[in-house]
């Protein structure tokens, strides 16, 4: 039986080939029936793209995989906590649970006073929080330097 720091770990392998190819490092999986049916990380730079979030690009992989657009059966896991504009798209979605690491507490969902998640989606946070947070944080330093 996998468990939620597997798909977590799977998440952070997304994030690191972000890191490398000097994105923001976020990575996203889709779970359904305990099995991966999409990977994605953040691709802004690459695609021109504002919208082009792991998040983002995981449910568009994961309804291609199912063949419908909604993912009532399936669990996100992603590295950092959704910001608004993944929440709508996760919303739209009725994705079944959101598992995120790091909060992000100026761009998170969390911060908005709407619930912006379907009103049955479950949310877990902190799954390899650390994690997710120390790549983020070397980032922004490698940035920075």
Known sequence: MYTDAYFMNEALKQAKIAFKENEIPVGAVVVCRNKVIARAY???ERLTDVTAHAEMLAITSAANALGAKYLTECKLYVTLEPCNMCAGALFWSQIGEIHF???????GYSNNP???LHPKTKVFKGVMAQEAKDLL????KKLRN
């Open 42 to 44: 953040n691709q802004t």
């Open 137 to 140: 944080d070397l980032f922004f």
């Open 101 to 107: 690491g790091a909060t992000d507490p100026k761009r």
């Open 114 to 116: 709407v619930n912006l």
